[in-house]
């Protein structure tokens, strides 16, 4: 299996699978003399972790992330960085009745067909057990980039549920198990998960990611774009099917006049009237916040039955117990919150390397 690996200049690399031992990954680029510590770390991952309210998993996994090398004493290295998590709470059993059968929505059927082998346990290298790592290499990442630069995700839809995004709140956001900005949505949400993961169903969501402060100039103009480099992070995260950014999808609605950002000076300071293209033109950071948003599907596991193939190719029905998330989209927000990370910092690195500027 090939692209385990991303990034150019801050790069990292992960492996393990759900159901193994453990996880980890090997973070690459990460100047000298950065203090660095496992709590610097943790914090992040344990927005992220398994089993912290009914609305997620029931998996119970500490996630207690070890800094194995590129660390001493308290300062980094600037040599390859291992990160490792080991996985304490399988239950592989769980999946031993679906382990020839193909779940609709997984990547069951795609891995089968091209490796000929896949791990069923609870998806393997597919699962969305990963991105622990990335979240891992994001809080490393966060370290790189100039620290007045914030990155801050929150739920805007799950469901039918749209949630006001006007209050945003980082402190409300990371206070609830739904990462929502509006505290009076907050039952709301509630009542509505419960009646969907009783149901066995699940449902999907629209996530909004903004990135404040960022310097002007980085990305570049063609085949690295900042815009291209995010929407890539963003959709290598599982279950995500859209994304959009700035005015998105409402740009094939308006003309040109209305979609052209006014640039003006005040006080020697640029700034623009409005911020359609969100932050990035010509795939240029251009100094104003970054307003990206993308759509998760609907948990691929549910308790009702679906028509489906088994490794035989034969035809067959499938229900798939186990611990789900009925909305896989609540635990994605930390997670995008880390690529974005990886991205800016990525990007801040290689635009010193070209330019000189900081």
């Known amino acids: 299996m090939a692209s385990n690996s991303f990034g150019d200049f801050f790069k990292y690399t992960s492996w393990g699978e759900s159901h193994g031992k453990a996880i980890g990954c090997v973070v690459d680029g990460v100047p000298p003399l950065i203090d660095l510590k496992e709590g610097d770390i943790q914090q992040y991952l344990d927005l992220r972790k398994p089993g912290q309210s009914k609305f997620t998993t029931q998996r119970k996994e500490d996630d207690k992330i070890e800094i194995l090398s590129g660390v001493f004493e308290g300062k980094t290295t600037g040599t390859p960085i291992s990160l490792i998590i080991y996985n304490q709470d399988q239950k592989s059993k769980d999946y031993g009745d679906i382990k020839d059968k193909l779940r609709p929505g997984h990547a069951d059927y795609t891995y089968q067909m091209k490796y000929g082998i896949r791990d069923y346990r609870g998806g393997g290298r597919s699962s969305a057990r990963e991105t622990a790592m990335r979240v891992a290499a994001g809080a490393i990442a966060r370290k790189i980039m100039p620290s007045n630069i914030k ?102 609605k308006i003309t040109g006049s209305e979609n052209a950002d006014e640039i003006s000076v005040n006080n020697k300071l640029v700034e623009f009237e409005t911020n359609n293209a969100g932050g990035i033109l010509g795939g ?14 609907p948990t691929s596991s549910i308790l009702i039955p679906k028509k489906t193939i088994n490794t035989k190719k034969e035809n067959t029905e499938i229900l798939t117990k186990g611990r789900h998330d009925p909305c896989v989209g609540i635990r994605a927000v930390p997670v995008a919150e880390a690529m974005a990370a990886c991205v800016i910092a990525d990007s801040y690195l290689k635009n010193i390397a070209l330019t000189g500027k900081k």
């Open 151 to 252: 990155i801050m995700a929150s739920m805007i839809e799950m469901g039918d549920i749209k949630i006001c995004k006007e209050k945003w709140d980082y402190k409300t956001i990371i206070n609830n198990p739904f990462f929502i900005a509006d505290k009076s949505k907050i039952k709301e949400c509630e009542d509505y998960l419960t009646q969907i993961r009783k149901s066995g169903n699940s449902v999907g969501a629209k996530i909004e990611l903004r990135i404040s402060n960022v310097p002007v100039g980085l990305g570049d103009p063609i085949y690295d774009k900042l815009d291209s480099k995010l929407a890539a992070a963003i959709m290598s995260i599982n279950a995500v099917k859209s994304v959009e950014i700035g005015a998105g999808d409402n740009v094939a």
């Open 284 to 297: 240029i950071s251009s100094g104003q916040d970054i307003i990206l948003r993308f759509a998760i599907k």
